[in-house]
């Protein structure tokens, strides 16, 4: 479930904070998702609820165009599947195509990332921790 910054529900109101900070004056949107949570929880839906705040989750930089139009597409075809009622899956993208995948299918078989991979390897020599320990390279 998908709910954006300044969403509010029908005949309800918009959640956000007021800054109080000098000079930004405005009101600072954010909190909905929490907010839905609470209100599926009394509703008495099951299953686990969580957020995710986009911004703390993506933390890599300023996006580029590439990333403003692969968002887009996702999210077209995300909406589309959203009009026919095709639930319970997830968008995809395979080549050339943006597809609609069953969760099942999704997590069936975990893609792990292996210590020997590309990304892996530069992020390490560029010094950034992963958290991992990379095999010591053998001396001659």
Do not use: C, W
Not at 67 to 81: C, I, P, T, Y
């Amino acid at each position: 479930m998908v709910v954006a910054e300044g969403a509010m529900p029908k005949d309800g109101k918009m959640v956000y904070e007021e800054s109080t900070e000098v000079g930004y004056e405005n009101l600072k949107l954010g909190g909905i998702a929490s907010a839905l949570i609470k209100q599926l929880k009394a509703a008495g839906f099951e299953p686990d609820l969580r957020e995710t705040v986009l911004g703390h989750l993506q933390r890599g930089g300023v996006p580029i165009a590439y990333d403003r139009v692969l968002a887009s597409q996702l999210g077209v075809k995300a909406f589309e599947m959203v009009l026919k009622e095709d639930f319970g899956k997830m968008v995809a993208y395979r080549h050339p195509y943006f597809v609609s995948v069953p969760l099942k299918e999704a997590v069936a078989q975990p893609n792990l990332v292996t210590l020997d991979n590309a990304l892996v390897k530069t992020a390490k020599g560029l010094g950034i921790s992963l958290g991992i320990e990379m095999p010591a390279k053998k001396s001659k």
